[in-house]
């Protein structure tokens, strides 16, 4: 039996996720943005063995959730899956100057890994759009350049990629990979989405606990249990290492 976080699992992927990894016996923690979320993610999982509480779009409570995983004990795995998408209006900041999306979709995974006890596993959510994300960290908040929201929303799931193949090479006693999911019919995906939302959880719950010598990798891209392709930007040490140092600087700690 494995104890596992999800980010991002009040509704969604994230805890149809907990859903598969809990009817599986395993030991299932939330996390939800808000109390009443909260409140809600407990009554459609009512195995799951707590809920840790904070909006990720800052970093007071990136770290405050951070400090709430790690009262409850160490993890076997943690599946960041906190995300917001693209169809927000304009490019929004937060109190500490990063655009929203950059803020929930990056840092957030990035000062969670940092801060959380190192577990064995960690699985980090992509996209397919990772694909045409754009590594160049000269204008990362947007505040050059005209806003573009998908194109903000690709550039964070390729910085997601980059984030778990440079923790993939950094740790190698922790089995880290990254997952697309696919296009999904939730409330970031949209209802006309063409994949099957049961398929979308799979993959990463079964990174998070499978003994299946395919699940004991490292390194990896995946969609739907299968290993893909990724952007080659995201194997690159030198862009690793930059995104790094970035977030380093950026959000005030360091991995």
Not at 74 to 90: K, L, M, W
Not at 224 to 233: D, I, L, N, S, W
Request: hydrophobic share 45%; glycine share 8%; aromatic share 6%.
């Amino acid at each position: 039996m494995a104890r596992v976080l999800i980010t991002g699992s009040s509704d969604g992927l994230g805890l149809l996720a907990g859903r598969q990894l809990a009817a599986q016996g395993h030991k299932v923690v939330l996390h939800a943005r808000s109390e009443a979320r909260a409140q809600a993610a407990r009554g459609k999982l009512a195995d799951c063995e707590a809920v840790v509480i904070g909006d990720v779009a800052t970093l007071a409570a990136m770290r405050s959730v951070a400090d709430q995983a790690n009262a409850l004990g160490r993890f076997d795995a943690v599946i960041h899956n906190v995300a917001i998408g693209y169809t927000e209006s304009g490019r929004h900041e937060t109190e500490d100057g990063m655009t929203q999306i950059f803020a929930v979709n990056v840092a957030a995974p990035y000062v969670l890994t940092a801060c959380i006890d190192r577990p064995a596993r960690l699985i980090y959510l992509s996209s397919g759009m990772h694909r045409q994300g754009n590594p160049d960290l000269d204008d990362a908040q947007w505040k050059k350049r005209r806003w573009n929201a998908s194109q903000a929303y690709a550039d964070t799931k390729l910085h997601d990629t980059i984030l778990a193949m440079a923790l993939a090479r950094r740790w190698p006693e922790v089995l880290v990979n990254a997952v697309d999911p696919g296009w999904v019919p939730t409330k970031m995906g949209g209802r006309g989405a063409p994949d099957d939302l049961d398929q979308g959880a799979e993959t990463q719950a079964w990174l998070a606990v499978s003994e299946e010598p395919a699940a004991r990798v490292s390194g990896g891209y995946f969609h739907h249990r299968r290993r893909a392709k990724m952007a080659p930007a995201a194997e690159d040490e030198a862009v690793q290492d930059r995104l790094l140092a970035y977030l380093a600087q950026l959000c005030g700690i360091a991995i």
